[in-house]
C-alpha cells in the first residue's frame, strides 16, 4: 500500500491541473497556444538536455535502444486496431498513442517508491529512447494526421527536439556531465511541463460530451495497447537475456513497467500545436491515464512482493 500512497501523493498535485484547464477553458475560453509554443521549442529540449547528461553512460548502449524499439514495434498492434475496430480513427494518431509513453510523469515516482532515488538513472535512460521515437518519429506522425508527408517532414524538421537529442548525445560522450547545481531548476521546469500538460488535456476535453463516448471502444484500444507492449517487451527482455546479458533484475523490472505507463503528455500537446486531433488525443490520454493510475501500482506491489 506504501507503493500506492508515493505514487498518488506525487501524481495528485500534477493531476489536479486537468480539471483546471477544463474549468479555464469553459469559463473564460483560455488557450494555451503559447504555452505548448514554449514546451516545444526551450523547456522540452531543456528537459532533454539536461536528462541525456544525467543517465548513466554504461546503460545508455542498451537500455535506450530497448526502449526505442518498443516504441517503434507498438506501431504494429496500432495498424491492427486501425484496420479493425478503430477503422474509423485516423491511423497516425492512433501509432503515436501506442508507442508515446510517458516515462517521467509516471516513471520517476513508481521507480523511486520502489528501488530509491539511485533507480532515477536507469529511468533516464528509458525515457531517452521513447523520447527520442516521440519527440522525431512520432512528431512527424502526428503532424501526417492533416499534412502530407512533405509538408510534415518539414514541420518536423523545424522542431529542436531532434537536434537537442543528438547535440546532447555528442556532449555525453565526450564526457561532459550535468551541473549538480541545475537538479533544483530542472525539477521545476519537469514539473511545470508536465503541468502544462495536464492543463492542455483539460482544454482539448472541454468540448467532449462524455454522455456519449463509446467506452467499449477505449477499453479495447487500452487493453491492446498494454496487452502488445507486455508481449513486445517481454520478447527484448528474453532476447537481451540470452544474447547481451548485461542488464540487472532492477533494470530488467522497470522496463517491465513501461508498457503499464500511460501516453506521453506530449501527444495532445503537438497535436495542440499542430492544431490537428486535439479532442481525440486527449480523450486517449485520459483513459490511459485512468489504466495507468490503477494498473502501475498494483504491478509495482506485484513486482515487489515476487522480487523484493
Known sequence: MDIFLDLYIELLPILAFLPIGYFLKNKYNLSLSWATKLLINILLPALVFYNILQAD???LAIIPPLA?????????????ASRTFASDSNPH?????????????????????????????????????CGFYGDTIGYFQ??????????????AAKIPLFYTFVAALITK????????????TMSVVGWVVSAIGMMVIGINLSGVNFKKLDFPYFGKLMSLRMGAGIVI???????EYYWIDSLEIEDQMMLAL?????????????????????EKSALLLLFSLIVALVFIPTVAVIMEQIFG
Open 57 to 59: 553512460m554504461t546503460k
Open 68 to 80: 526505442f524499439i518498443l516504441a517503434m514495434t507498438m506501431n504494429l498492434p496500432a495498424l491492427l
Open 93 to 129: 494518431l492512433l501509432r503515436s498513442a501506442f508507442a508515446f509513453y510517458n516515462i517521467a510523469f509516471f516513471g520517476v515516482p513508481t521507480v523511486t517508491a520502489l528501488y530509491g532515488e539511485e533507480s532515477v538513472p536507469v529511468l533516464i535512460c528509458i525515457y531517452i529512447g
Open 142 to 155: 502526428v503532424a501526417k494526421t492533416n499534412l502530407s508527408n512533405k509538408q510534415a517532414f518539414i514541420k
Open 173 to 184: 560522450i565526450s564526457g561532459v556531465e550535468a551541473p549538480e547545481a541545475l537538479q533544483g
Open 233 to 239: 517487451m517481454a520478447v527484448l527482455l528474453t532476447a
Open 258 to 278: 513501461v508498457p503499464f505507463f500511460p501516453i506521453a503528455a506530449t501527444l495532445t500537446i503537438f497535436a495542440t500545436f499542430l492544431k490537428t486531433e486535439q
